[in-house]
């Protein structure tokens, strides 16, 4: 029984890499100093795997930035409009082309756009989208995937395992840039580059080598399923002597299994962490010449591995396979975990010993081998900490979990329908036609930031705080007052981020000092850890609500986050449904959004921008979630007076599939991002005759540009012919918190003279 690692995280202990990669961009370092960090960093990893007892560790793992650019950089699938990187200025090198396919490059008069990016399956990372065009030719173009085992194979002593995105996965995570063609057609191009680097990777010694294919366990067309067979059989005919495993993860092979388990490979690698439910079928499924990788350890979230569960699962396929063609191993790289728990000094001894991160999962899959050849104290010692989970008095409140229980159809709807409160609402607050209002965060300027930063440090009192964070808000309200926008917003100076700023008022949540996760590039985010029932001590936001409300006389919206928002931002607790915790933030949410209604704020706006990222892999699981999640947006939004208005707010989301669900979740008003589709977005909305209340984006606030009157009002025209006037409202795409002053207060005093413009034209 060999173990497994399919990927560590290579952004280092302290964020090393974050930091190297910024100052190299910036000027501050250079290629051999950046050079130097990275290799630290990989020899680093790959002692501690080997330390760890891991069999096979994982090289080109590694990667400045994305591992789906390396894989692209090294087939040459690079767009043309990079090549004057390297022929226009003689110093650049490979790695600056890398860069500049990533981030985009403005220098010595080129002016060139970054590849798109998105997420990479239902994680929080981001990966660079290959751009593919009709008839593309490849050639192996970078080396780093060679370089790099050779590197490792230096390290260690045993041989590395080079790991590479599949070639069929790596045309699916990819975009066509042209009409007349479907990139799984490039596969017979992009085969033979394969086929040389894997051969060059068994001349250098290579014995094993991890072909990721994740999309194995997604819907799949008949073609796709034949290019499976057309890759696998390709690259067995060519690489004899290679031991190929495929990896798959974050779903179960499902309708894929037979296909799977009949491609000429030599290992397949199978996440029971998600799908625990497909070890049986696939044991039956695969043939004598395949071995099985079992994702027991959970490569996704931070909870200690249950290892009699992990027991049952290796008992289980060494029984049918024998204990030699089976691999123990994390469900999927471990990119996804912080790096290591020891570095958390602060966090409650008792959470703690409930926590695994990257460093202590590779414990857990030598522990389970040790166990199986006979420590059973280990056994023991992991048993006694799931149970202090289980019981614990810092995890299970009665009172929450029964009122969960007792949630009734009352408590998901509003009292009376959308028209009736529309009608109250429009008499309550007498609106204009188009009422202009903004998405909730103002400038979160560098003396904002500071402000927090020496509260944290200490330097700065809690009162001294609060005075400077109440002199912001009147400042915005001000400022607000002088554009003439007709709803305000308290500016959300007091919030360093949107969930972070809950979960710390929450209880059932701890956050970690130093729990970062590679978001994109040099980008991390550090989630916080939902581990127990959520509830709600006291007001969250009433205070600044209130106090920006009692220096206007217009209406401020008070803001708050959606609980799916919360939960797809977090790492959540394993020991429930998922919609379970989500039910408990929502009434958690629910009480915030009464409160604010008590103290006198009239309009309330519940950010949900994660509800469409939270969608599941396999299209048969939506229905499923979609219930639940909308159910628990209106669990949150259902608490008040009909003529209390509901607003919610959506980015980056394309609506039309789930169009019904969005309508569902009756706001009375919809904020949503369309001013980069030029209102394309919002034909959604009217084809489904969207009911209520709309607020499309007019500009794009990523950008620092101004907008001019007359685009906005053409984009406003746009969506008048698609919707009834006196359903739109009018607002920037989000919030504006990485803006500067100046562009804001211009743009926003554009979009009021664009509204009054449109009032004119009704
Ligand atoms: N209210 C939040 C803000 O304005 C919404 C942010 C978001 O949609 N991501 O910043
Ligand atoms: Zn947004």
């Known amino acids: 029984m060999q173990k497994n690692n399919l990927g560590y995280p290579r952004i280092g202990a302290r964020r090393e890499l974050k930091k190297a990669c910024e100052q190299y961009w910036s000027g501050g370092i250079d290629r051999n100093e950046l050079l130097s960090v990275a290799e630290g960093l990989r020899r680093q990893n790959w002692k501690v795997q080997q330390e760890a007892g891991i069999d096979l560790v994982p090289c080109n793992d590694f990667s400045f930035y994305d591992q789906v650019l390396d894989m692209s950089l090294t087939l040459g699938a690079i ?58 030719e490849f050639k192996w173009f970078s080396s780093k995937i060679t370089e790099e085992f050779t590197e490792a194979k230096k390290v260690l002593d045993k041989t590395p395992k080079p790991v590479l995105v599949g070639p069929v996965s790596y045309l699916l995570l990819g975009k066509e840039k042209e009409e007349g063609f479907h990139r799984i057609d490039l596969l017979k191009n992009l085969l033979p580059v394969y086929l040389e680097v894997l051969n060059k990777l068994k001349d250098l010694g290579a014995e094993w080598v991890q072909l990721d294919e994740p999309f194995l366990s997604l819907d799949l067309t008949e073609n796709e399923k034949k290019a499976y067979k057309e890759a696998y059989t390709t690259i067995a005919k060519a690489c004899k002597d290679l031991n190929i495993m495929v990896a798959t993860y974050f779903e179960a092979l499902g309708d894929n299994t037979d296909l799977a388990a009949s491609l000429p490979v030599k290992a397949l690698h199978i996440d029971l962490v998600r799908a625990p439910q497909q070890l049986d079928t696939v044991l039956k499924a695969i043939p004598e010449s395949l071995s099985l990788s079992l994702g027991v350890v959970d490569g996704r979230n931070i909870w200690k591995n249950d290892y009699r569960k992990s027991l049952e699962f290796i008992g289980k396929a060494t029984t049918a396979l024998g204990n030699e063609r089976v691999f123990i ?12 728990l020891e570095a958390e000094t602060e966090l409650a001894p008792e959470i703690k010993n409930w926590l695994a ?46 009122r969960v229980a007792a949630i009734s159809g009352k408590d998901t709807s509003r009292l009376s329908g959308f028209e009736t409160r529309q009608k109250l609402q429009q ?61 305000l917003v308290h500016g959300e100076f007091e919030r360093n981020d949107m969930v972070e700023y809950f979960g710390e008022l929450l209880e059932g949540f701890v956050f970690t000092k130093n729990g970062w996760v590679q978001s994109y590039g040099s980008r991390c985010v550090k989630p916080p850890i939902i581990f127990g029932d959520a509830s709600r ?208 207060e211009a743009a926003l005093t554009n979009m009021v003279k664009a509204a009054a413009k449109i009032r004119e034209s009704v």
């Open 357 to 402: 991160f990257a460093r202590q999962k590779l414990g857990e899959i030598s522990d389970l081998y040790d166990i199986l050849n006979g420590n059973k104290a280990l056994l023991e010692e992991n048993t006694k900490a799931l149970e202090s989970r289980r019981m614990s008095s810092l995890i299970h409140k009665q009172e929450v979990k029964d």
């Open 427 to 487: 008499t309550r607050f007498g609106l204009p036609l188009y009422p202009t209002t903004t998405i909730g965060s103002f400038p979160q300027t560098t003396d904002i930031r500071k402000l927090r930063a020496a509260l944290k440090k200490g330097t700065l009192s809690h009162t001294e705080y609060e005075a400077k964070i109440e002199a912001a808000t009147i400042e915005a309200i001000d400022i607000q007052e002088r554009i003439g926008l007709d709803v």
């Open 537 to 744: 001590p006291e007001d969250m936001t009433v205070r600044w609500s209130r106090f920006a409300q009692e220096h206007t006389d217009k209406i401020v919206k008070g803001m708050l986050t959606g609980p799916v928002t919360i939960l797809q931002w977090s790492f959540v607790r394993d020991d429930q449904p998922r919609s379970e915790t989500t039910f408990q933030i929502a009434l958690a949410i629910r009480d915030e959004v009464v409160a604010l209604e008590k103290a006198g704020i009239s309009m309330i706006q519940i950010d949900e921008p994660a509800i469409r990222e939270g969608l599941p892999l396999r299209k048969r699981d939506w229905p499923v979630y979609l219930d639940w999640a909308i159910k628990a947006f209106r669990i949150s939004a259902s608490g008040v007076k009909d003529e209390t208005q509901i607003h919610t707010h959506m980015c980056y989301s394309e609506f039309n599939d789930i169009i019904e669900h969005i309508a569902a979740m009756d706001a009375d008003v919809i904020t949503i991002e369309t001013s980069r589709s030029q209102m394309e977005l919002l034909e959604a909305f009217s084809d489904f005759k969207y009911p209520n209340e709309i607020g499309p984006g007019v500009y794009d606030i990523h950008s620092p540009r101004v907008p001019t009157v007359e685009e906005m009002v053409a984009l406003l025209e746009k969506a008048s012919a698609l919707l009834p006037a006196q359903n739109i409202w009018v607002n920037p795409d989000c919030g504006l918190k990485t803006r500067k002053w100046e562009e804001t």
């Open 329 to 340: 191993a994390p469900s999927s790289s471990l990119l996804h975990t912080p790096y290591d």
């Open 79 to 136: 767009p043309k409009r990079y090549t004057p990187v390297l022929t226009q200025n003689k110093d650049n090198t490979e790695l600056d082309l890398y860069f500049a396919m990533a981030r985009g490059y403005q220098k010595g008069g080129l002016d060139i756009t970054a590849m798109e990016m998105t997420k990479w399956f239902d994680t929080n990372y981001h990966y660079i989208v290959p751009e593919f065009y009709k008839d593309q």
